[in-house]
């Protein structure tokens, strides 16, 4: 079993930052991917960021220039830094952790509300 834990999410005002974590562990895999995704009520699961094996990382546009992923493969931990939060940004966070096997794994989420 793979299990995936949220950390960091809560209330922010607008322009806040926060810092979101996810730790990584049971039977896993080498590392092919980690990253986050996000739904907010009414909408679909958008992607936020990923880092990929090789250094590579991709970011959804609205995301991109305000929020920084990076890993710490050592320890199987990702982590997510939101600057300059929008009230758009507000959604339930997803870690997702993706091994060699190809499977996708997935956190509970953590909840992120931006207040204007």
């Known amino acids: 079993q793979v299990q995936l834990v949220e950390t960091g999410g809560g209330d922010v005002q607008a322009g806040g930052s926060l810092i979101l974590s996810c730790a990584a562990s049971?039977?896993?895999?080498?590392?092919?991917?980690m990253g986050w995704y996000r739904q907010a009520p009414g909408k679909v699961r958008e992607l936020v960021a990923l880092a990929w094996s090789g250094g590579r990382t991709n970011y959804g546009d609205p995301m991109r220039g305000r929020f920084v992923i990076s890993r710490d493969d050592i320890k199987n931990r990702v982590f997510l830094q939101m600057n300059d939060l929008k009230s758009e940004d507000t959604a339930v966070y997803f870690c997702l952790y993706t091994g060699d096997d190809d499977y996708e794994h997935w956190g509970q989420g953590t909840q992120v509300t931006v207040s204007s």
């Open positions: 049971g039977s896993l895999h080498k590392i092919y991917s």
